[in-house]
């Protein structure tokens, strides 16, 4: 799900692999071994001894398998994400591209991204799974991972009233994301209510042949509908849109959706930037922004375009983010007009469509007035 960067800290980076297959850690074992700064900290057999040897070994890393005893793969995960926060790469052969629900189950409970065992077994494709392993790790060991805290009593932080910034009634909202943005977006989304009454363009880098997967788990899990934009098609209030599998998504002069496979705009299709500028093309001040976690720089520019629309713009804050780039990038160009932790941005949006909703009826009524004279007089009025 990341997309592959150098790792400039120039250290060793320090791996636990928890898998209960000898054969499966041997040659975990040898795959990382093909890179010079990977050191392997630990192995555990189960979730159960790697809570107990992470405060240990202190890998920088967690690798683990999904379907072990005493402890799955899952649980662990949660667990580690509570008490030891850290990144995971999950490696199984229960991950596959066909098994989207076991998957997005991981990055859910905290996992940052997945490999899948070759279904032939590790061996079967060595030289291709290391590389790929190797590239994940490197790029884990320099992200910063927020725990996951059980419930506690006591409210949340109010968010802070958008209506006031923006210079013209909201008419959409785009959300773009990269790493660590499925969680992300789960959390944005969830907040917001079966009433809401703004249609919302959704843009997330992920690999090829999971965008579905993406859509369908969010659909489960969000009171609002989340689809798949459909060439030509109007954007429908109340609804989140997600672009097809590699696909860019638009908004086009006539206001309906255009999914093209042009060219990767700075390595990304879909590109968060093309997202948020056809917005700012079309809605003007009417266009909201929200750029949350991800690597890169992608979706700063289209920031700043909706921004100098007149645009509302919103950036996750460092503190929430699991990869604090794109939106730093938002900021550090003058396109972020709000900074916020992630845990306010959907209660947020949610008070925007209050406002949308409130503004519309307010209209509404000023309007009344004017028809009961057309019917009193006979003489239409606007």
Request: proline share 7%; net charge negative.
């Given at each position: 799900m990341i997309q592959p960067s150098p790792n400039g800290h120039?250290?060793?980076?320090?791996?636990?692999?928890?898998?209960?297959?000898?054969?499966?850690?041997e040659i975990l074992r040898r795959m990382l071994a093909t890179a010079p700064e990977m050191v392997v900290a630990g192995?555990?057999?189960?979730?159960?001894?790697?809570?107990?040897?992470?405060?240990?070994v202190r890998p920088d890393v967690v690798c683990t398998d999904l379907h072990m005893p005493k402890m799955s793969g899952l649980d662990m995960i949660r667990e580690v994400m509570?008490?030891?926060?850290?990144?995971?790469?999950?490696?199984?052969?229960?991950?596959?591209?066909?098994?989207?629900?076991?998957?997005?189950?991981?990055?859910?409970?905290?996992?940052?991204?997945?490999?899948?065992?070759?279904?032939?077994?590790l061996q079967s494709d060595f030289d291709v799974t290391a590389h790929?392993?190797?590239?994940?790790?490197?790029?884990?060991?320099?992200?910063?991972?927020?725990?996951?805290?059980?419930?506690?009593?006591?409210?949340?932080?109010?968010?802070?009233?958008?209506?006031?910034?923006?210079?013209a009634p909201p008419r959409i909202i785009g959300i773009g994301a990269s790493t660590g943005g499925p969680q992300a977006l789960e959390?944005?989304?969830?907040?917001?209510?079966?009433?809401?009454?703004?249609?919302?363009?959704?843009?997330?880098?992920?690999?090829?042949?999971?965008?579905?997967?993406?859509?369908?788990?969010?659909?489960?899990?969000?009171?609002?509908?989340?689809?798949?934009?459909?060439?030509?098609?109007?954007?429908?209030a109340g609804t989140a849109y997600f672009p097809p599998d590699d696909r860019h998504l638009e908004i086009d002069d006539a206001g309906t959706f255009r999914c093209s496979d042009a060219v990767a705009t700075a390595g990304h299709r879909p590109s968060v930037d093309l997202a948020f500028s056809s917005l700012a093309r079309h809605y003007g001040g009417a266009a909201v922004g929200v750029l949350l976690?991800?690597?890169?720089?992608?979706?700063?520019?289209?920031?700043?375009?909706?921004?100098?629309?007149?645009?509302?713009?919103?950036?996750?804050?460092?503190?929430?983010?699991?990869?604090f780039g794109m939106p730093k990038r938002a900021i550090e160009l003058g396109g972020a007009r709000q900074v916020l932790p992630l845990?306010?941005?959907?209660?947020a949006l949610g008070?925007?469509?209050?406002?949308?909703v409130s503004e519309a009826a307010a209209r509404a009524h000023a309007s009344e007035p004017q028809r009961q004279e057309a019917r009193w007089t006979g003489n239409p009025k606007p």
């Amino acid at each position: 799900m990341i997309q592959p960067s150098p790792n400039g800290h120039g250290r060793d980076i320090r791996v636990l692999i928890v898998d209960d297959s000898p054969l499966a850690v041997e040659i975990l074992r040898r795959m990382l071994a093909t890179a010079p700064e990977m050191v392997v900290a630990g192995v555990a057999g189960n979730g159960v001894e790697a809570l107990k040897l992470i405060p240990e070994v202190r890998p920088d890393v967690v690798c683990t398998d999904l379907h072990m005893p005493k402890m799955s793969g899952l649980d662990m995960i949660r667990e580690v994400m509570t008490r030891y926060p850290l990144p995971i790469l999950v490696i199984s052969v229960s991950v596959q591209e066909d098994q989207k629900q076991n998957i997005f189950q991981m990055l859910e409970a905290g996992a940052l991204d997945i490999l899948a065992k070759p279904r032939g077994g590790l061996q079967s494709d060595f030289d291709v799974t290391a590389h790929d392993l190797v590239t994940k790790v490197r790029i884990l060991s320099g992200v910063k991972v927020i725990g996951r805290r059980r419930a506690a009593a006591g409210a949340a932080a109010r968010p802070p009233s958008l209506a006031r910034l923006a210079a013209a009634p909201p008419r959409i909202i785009g959300i773009g994301a990269s790493t660590g943005g499925p969680q992300a977006l789960e959390n944005v989304l969830h907040h917001l209510s079966a009433d809401f009454p703004l249609p919302l363009v959704c843009v997330q880098h992920i690999a090829l042949g999971f965008m579905g997967g993406l859509v369908a788990w969010l659909a489960g899990r969000c009171h609002i509908p989340v689809r798949t934009a459909q060439e030509g098609a109007h954007p429908l209030a109340g609804t989140a849109y997600f672009p097809p599998d590699d696909r860019h998504l638009e908004i086009d002069d006539a206001g309906t959706f255009r999914c093209s496979d042009a060219v990767a705009t700075a390595g990304h299709r879909p590109s968060v930037d093309l997202a948020f500028s056809s917005l700012a093309r079309h809605y003007g001040g009417a266009a909201v922004g929200v750029l949350l976690t991800g690597m890169g720089v992608d979706g700063a520019q289209g920031m700043l375009d909706i921004a100098r629309a007149g645009g509302l713009t919103i950036a996750q804050d460092e503190q929430s983010s699991v990869v604090f780039g794109m939106p730093k990038r938002a900021i550090e160009l003058g396109g972020a007009r709000q900074v916020l932790p992630l845990d306010q941005i959907g209660p947020a949006l949610g008070e925007l469509g209050d406002g949308h909703v409130s503004e519309a009826a307010a209209r509404a009524h000023a309007s009344e007035p004017q028809r009961q004279e057309a019917r009193w007089t006979g003489n239409p009025k606007p």
